[in-house]
T-cell receptor, first 112, second 112 residues
Framework: ETGVTQSPTHLIKTRGQQVTLRCSSQSGHNTVSWYQQALGQGPQFIFQYYREEENGRGNFPPRFSGLQFPNYSSELNVNALELDDSALYLC???????????FGQGTRLTVV | AQRVTQPEKLLSVFKGAPVELKCNYSYSGSPELFWYVQYSRQRLQLLLRHISRESIKGFTADLNKGETSFHLKKPFAQEEDSAMYYCALSGNRNTGFQKLVFGTGTRLLVSP
C-alpha cells in the first residue's frame, strides 16, 4: 500500500506567476483534499475532489483551482501568485464519505 | 460556523509528568473530532478519533459535548511525544462531503 505523495517538495515562484502542485492519493482512496498551511497556523481547507469533480470548497479565491484524474491523483493550480500564497500546501486522501484523511509530506511554496 | 480552538501554542513538561492538550470546538451539529500529530520532519498523521474511543501511544481523548471540548491526555509523558499536535473537526456526515477544520496547534515539548 503506497501513501500520499506530493511533488515537488519545494518551489520558488515570482509574484504574478502560475504554479501547479501534484498529488498521488493513497492506494484505494478516491477523494483528495487540498489544504494551505501558513507559518504558525493549522491547515486550512482549500477544496476537495471526489470522482474527478469538485466536491466542496473553502474560502479561497477562484485563482485557486484543481483537477482530479481517473486514477484519483490530483493537481492544485494557483494563478497570479501573491506573496501571501507562500505556505505549505498539503494534499490529503480519503475514502469518499469518511472524514479520516491521510496526508502527504507537503509542498513548500515560496512566492518572492 | 465551525471553529477549533487550541489555546496553548506551547506546552512544556518533564518526562513522566501528565499531559493535557486542550481543544475546544464550535459546531452546531454532531461533529467528528480528531487529533493529528506531526513529529519533526514527518508528515501530519492521525493520532486518534473520538469515534474509536481508543488509546494510541498512551494518549486518550474524550468528547465532552456539554463543554464542547476534546482534550488530549496522557498520564506519563515521554520524550518521544515531543511534536506538534493539531485538533481537528469534521461535520456534515450525511452529505458525503467531509472537510477537516484544524486548530492552530500546540507544540508539546517533553524534557528529560
Amino acid at each position: 500500500e503506497t501513501g500520499v505523495t506530493q511533488s515537488p517538495t519545494h518551489l520558488i515562484k515570482t509574484r504574478g506567476q502560475q504554479v501547479t502542485l501534484r498529488c498521488s492519493s493513497q492506494s484505494g482512496h478516491n477523494t483528495v483534499s487540498w489544504y494551505q498551511q501558513a507559518l504558525g497556523q493549522g491547515p486550512q481547507f482549500i477544496f476537495q475532489y471526489y470522482r474527478e469533480e469538485e466536491n466542496g470548497r473553502g474560502n479561497f479565491p477562484p485563482r485557486f483551482s484543481g483537477l482530479q484524474f481517473p486514477n484519483y491523483s490530483s493537481e492544485l493550480n494557483v494563478n497570479a501568485l501573491e506573496l501571501d500564497d507562500s505556505a505549505l500546501y498539503l494534499c490529503a486522501s480519503s475514502l469518499g464519505g469518511r472524514a479520516e484523511a491521510f496526508f502527504g509530506q507537503g509542498t513548500r511554496l515560496t512566492v518572492v | 460556523a465551525q471553529r477549533v480552538t487550541q489555546p496553548e501554542k506551547l506546552l512544556s513538561v518533564f518526562k513522566g509528568a501528565p499531559v493535557e492538550l486542550k481543544c475546544n470546538y464550535s459546531y452546531s451539529g454532531s461533529p467528528e473530532l480528531f487529533w493529528y500529530v506531526q513529529y519533526s520532519r514527518q508528515r501530519l498523521q492521525l493520532l486518534l478519533r473520538h469515534i474509536s474511543r481508543e488509546s494510541i501511544k498512551g494518549f486518550t481523548a474524550d468528547l465532552n459535548k456539554g463543554e464542547t471540548s476534546f482534550h488530549l491526555k496522557k498520564p506519563f509523558a515521554q520524550e518521544e511525544d515531543s511534536a506538534m499536535y493539531y485538533c481537528a473537526l469534521s461535520g456534515n456526515r450525511n452529505t458525503g462531503f467531509q472537510k477537516l477544520v484544524f486548530g492552530t496547534g500546540t507544540r508539546l515539548l517533553v524534557s528529560p
